[in-house]
């Protein structure tokens, strides 16, 4: 059964940085692309960035383009996003998913960036 753990999570000021980690387990992770998306209060759903499933170079939405890394460990099955520079509209949950444009997601770890 396909599972995916999100952590990481906090409150921060702006100006400050995170790293999110998604444990994965229950599928063969270094075969499927995973993404991040985020929620924002009172929002729809929003992608934020893919990365291969062998790694390297990943994309990334607009809104965190420069400010955003997403990494992976095969070995470890695990899916990090490095968030620096974090503004107040950064605020929300983020969830890792499988592929690209799925349901496939995990709970989410809330991030709140709040002067």
């Known amino acids: 059964e396909l599972q995916l753990v999100e952590s990481g999570g906090g409150l921060l000021q702006p100006g400050g940085s995170l790293r999110l980690s998604c444990a994965a387990s229950?599928?063969?992770?270094?075969?499927?692309?995973m993404s991040w998306v985020r929620q924002a209060p009172r929002k729809e759903l929003e992608w934020i960035s893919t990365?291969?499933?062998?790694?390297?170079?990943?994309n990334y939405a607009d809104s965190v383009k420069g400010r955003f890394t997403t990494s992976r460990d095969n070995s470890k099955n695990t899916l990090y996003l490095q968030m620096n520079s974090l503004e107040t509209e950064d605020t929300g949950v983020y969830f890792c998913?499988?592929?690209?444009?799925?349901?496939?997601r995990g709970k989410g770890t809330r991030v709140t960036v709040s002067s």
């Open positions: 229950g599928f063969t992770f270094s075969v499927y692309h």
């Open positions: 990365i291969g499933n062998l790694g390297g170079l990943a």
């Open positions: 998913a499988q592929g690209v444009g799925t349901n496939r």
